[in-house]
């Protein structure tokens, strides 16, 4: 049974199950999932050009095997959308 546990805290998560998995950027590293959505992107902290959020939003977006969704709301793109290479995603924008 795969399982993983949630950094900083005693919960299980059990990935052998089929279903939907909530979890944070740092408990993603070193999983693997079929479809992986990144929402809320305009609420990211720190500085999006920085190595750390670089860093952090790299990890998310290679735990996809199959599908990425990437996803904020508001006004205009979050700062830290210029820094995907979106020429490698399907672009599904309005």
Known sequence: ???????????????STPGI????????????????????LQTVAGDPGGDDV??????ACTRARRSLTLMYTGEGEPTLIKYVPLHLLHDLRP
């Open 1 to 15: 049974m795969l399982e993983g546990r949630v950094r900083g805290g005693d919960r299980v998560v059990d990935l």
């Open 21 to 40: 998995k909530l979890i944070t950027w740092a408990s993603c590293k070193g999983l693997e999932f079929d479809s992986a959505f990144l929402p809320e």
């Open 54 to 59: 670089r860093m952090k939003l790299y990890v």
